[in-house]
């Protein structure tokens, strides 16, 4: 808050107020970039982690040469979209499926190689079940098939280790609002000599892959956010499941039940919808969702728990909870609470649970 209301450079400028305002950009870069293991010139600032994943992706397109891409079938939209105009403009993807826990075989990855094939773009955390993703085995098959790795990170910070060289990946997408920091800023590491083409044009900041006058007001606070992230425990997250299932009949756990993020848990209510369980608990003050947020309003069921052969009308009766790093034991206590309440009431209104 003290740079929004005091450095007002531009942080491209050569006079004073403008090279204050890079000092500011600058150490954000370097915070951002102890954060994953990098060097603080591997580190590129963008608008949030969709524009990272498509900057990554579009960017490794090379003009005029038709490349084939492998992702999974539980990727963000913003990489799933991305692919989808990749086929649009002529070139090759093969999703691969993931397993009824919702993780990638590597061995899938390897067989969908072709010689043709460009990059692998392949999330850490699944947003909707927290399902690890195994990054570190995947980028062993690319190394070897001299194949390049990206990564949607948007979801680690806080809930795994981050290391890109251990990881072995090429590129790594991040977004400031999942670490607590501010909306509208993310970063994409980009390991030393990848070739990345820019897909907007003006002028040369970022080390000319993302032209515009850089947010530093924003930066700092994603700074100061990878300063303060710390690995979250499960306890919560296990205190939560555990309350749910006491006092709930017939409850499932989507997803793995052990690889996965610590913050996390998807479960299916069957006999009811998720939309008014999410409405009901939100009327007792908590915020839980069947869904990814970027799909809020869509009317198709999740396409992530779809991918794990669960039916459409499973995949509907499903909520996920998120719990971040300021949560209490006391609040997962009254959520538990809630969710009984409702899940009862709601199933007692169905004439499709008996």
Known sequence: MAVYGRVFGNASSIHWYGQEARQHLESARRQVAELVGSRPDEIVFTGG???????????????????????????????????????????????????????????????ALRPRTRAISLMAINNEIGTVQPIAEVAVIAKCAGVYLHCDAVQAPGRMAIDVAKLGVDLMS???????????????????????????????????????????????????????????????????????????????????????????????????????????LDMKGFGVSSGAACSSGSVEPSHVLLALGLSSPDARSSIRFSLGMNNTADEVDALVRAVAESVSRLRKLSPAYV
């Open 49 to 111: 982690g969709t524009e990272s994943n498509n900057l990554a992706l579009l960017g490794l397109v090379d003009a005029g040469k038709k490349a084939h891409f492998i992702t999974s079938s539980i990727e963000h939209p913003a990489v799933l979209n991305v692919v989808q105009e990749l086929e649009a403009m002529g070139h090759d993807v093969t999703v691969v499926p993931v397993s009824g826990g919702g993780v990638v075989d590597p061995g899938d990855i390897a067989r």
């Open 174 to 280: 991040l977004s400031a609002h999942k670490l607590n920091g501010p909306k509208g800023i993310g970063a994409l590491y980009v390991r030393k000599g990848t070739p990345l083409r820019k897909r907007t044009f003006g002028g040369h900041h970022e080390r000319d892959r993302r032209p515009g006058t850089e947010n530093v007001p924003a930066a700092v606070g994603f700074g100061i956010a990878c300063n303060r992230v710390a690995l979250m425990s499960c306890e919560l997250r296990d205190r939560l499941e555990a309350g749910i299932l006491a006092e709930v009949p017939d409850v499932h756990i989507n997803g793995d039940h052990e690889r996965r993020a610590p913050n996390v848990t998807n479960l299916r209510f069957p006999g009811i919808e998720g939309e008014p369980l999410v409405i009901a």
